[in-house]
């Protein structure tokens, strides 16, 4: 079943054309707390906002108090003008019942969806921290520009069902933006688990992954589905087939790779404004 | 972080029980293939509308053909009235890419979110098929309605986060329909592979799980946040810890189950018609 009109199959695509050409205004960030590392191996709390706080200073936006979104979603959107740039940062949040960061696939498709639906963005950008792989070239303090996306933890052993289940998406292509910021470019693969059992861990090598969240592919899956171009940018943390670093080590880590994904978005955002989609 | 007022808490208490006391109107049947069984172990393709149809013919619901929903998205909804309650039915559609149903918990979440939204329904009602165990008394043919619902595949081994992780909900308490339908209780495990690796079956063991399918505790965590009540009404179609039917038998039980699973979802509307949130 085709879902929806095939009749304006052509307008459409001639719109779209037209979009990639004239500059990209809105922008929505969707941030996503990727491996919550600090917490998992030392106990340390480490909320999200600490991802979103340097970019809210660093692009003078202010939060959103009469939310775009229903009332009881815990989702927070900071926004304002940088540039000529519409940014919208958004994070999903605290549990309202339990107080913890709302990681995971679900909460970052609501919150792509919703996000998508109230703005009309241009282009979302999930931006986080992640695991690496050092088999597959990731250090500490990489910062990742996803080529594509998939799940490691949706195992359909049904023909079609199984490609369903992966959910592998392109990133919208920015060979320019990749060259001009000389970041890293690698496959992400996404779960809901902070641990890696070995069946995923079996998935995310069939995925070729380079880096390993708990967002990307469900919001790829949301943007895909409403055709909006996006793009991921991800910071490893640690190094998740390596030796584990100490406390110590590992919180001088996150500081830095805290400040290097700040800064990388920062040149996202910077590379971006005034430009077309088909100029990334 | 508290999200949003503590302002009107007691005037949304007291709205709260208001609606209790007046009659249901406004229905949201969410339809989820749970298991896809038929696909699973005989590669006989059996279609999520097969749980949709008999249920549409009977409420005499028409396809909604300018969705509410934006365009793009494959879920369909059919509504109508019947008995005085404005009865929606929406099931997530074919994914627009590969053509098979959209099973699994982001696309439930999506469509629990989109439906709430535009419906501001009363009552949620999940409807579908689902795996059993046997050692925690299930039954081909068995149709459970769900005490609580929780994940089997969301490890994260925080403190705090491992309770995020699992998400335990209980259901909207219906003692009266429970007891007016003969139906079983049990609690419901929802995960988003079909397979069950070692990992998830511990989990799946800590819920206490008598029901498994791909959707229930992702709907669960969408009307909890919107603060819609759920129900979960699920029908067994295989037994996940005995021998495995064979494609004979097994096709017989399917087309039994999906006719005990639509009657029983018409007997909880015709329970529900004329009364009050309270009186469940």
């Known amino acids: 079943m085709a879902p929806h009109g095939d009749r304006s199959d052509a307008a459409e695509e001639a719109t779209a054309a037209q979009l990639e050409k004239r500059p990209i205004s809105t922008v929505v960030i969707i941030i996503g707390r990727a491996t919550k590392i600090a917490d998992f191996y030392f106990n340390v709390p480490f909320p999200m906002q600490t991802e979103a706080l340097p970019l809210v200073d660093r692009f003078q936006l202010i939060e959103d108090r009469d939310s775009l979104f229903p009332k009881g979603v815990p989702w927070v959107r900071y926004h304002g003008i940088y540039k000529d740039l519409n940014i919208n940062l958004i994070w999903p949040g605290k549990d309202p019942t339990l107080g913890v960061d709302s990681v995971g696939t679900i909460s970052a498709s609501l919150v792509a969806y919703a996000s998508i639906s109230a703005l009309q963005p241009d282009l979302i950008i999930n931006a986080g921290t992640a695991g690496g792989f050092k088999a597959k070239g990731a250090s500490i303090s990489d910062v990742f520009l996803a080529s594509e996306v998939a799940f490691h933890d949706r195992r359909i052993p049904i023909p079609v069902f199984d490609l369903y289940g992966v959910g592998l998406r392109q990133a919208f292509p920015t060979p ?52 909006v171009p996006a793009i991921f940018v991800k910071a490893v943390t640690d190094i998740v087939d390596g030796e584990k670093p100490t406390a110590e080590e590992f919180l001088q880590n996150l500081a830095a790779v805290t400040a290097a994904l700040g800064e990388s978005v920062t040149q996202v955002i910077d590379f971006i404004s005034g430009k077309c989609l088909s100029e990334l």
Request: glycine residues 6%; aromatic residues 2%; negative net charge.
């Open 176 to 227: 320019n933006l990749l060259k001009e910021l000389n970041l890293k470019a690698g496959k992400l693969s996404t779960g809901d688990s902070l641990d890696m059992s070995p069946q995923d861990e079996a998935s995310i090598v069939a995925n070729d992954a380079t880096v390993k969240d708990m967002e990307g592919a469900a919001v790829a899956y949301v943007a895909d589905m409403l055709k």
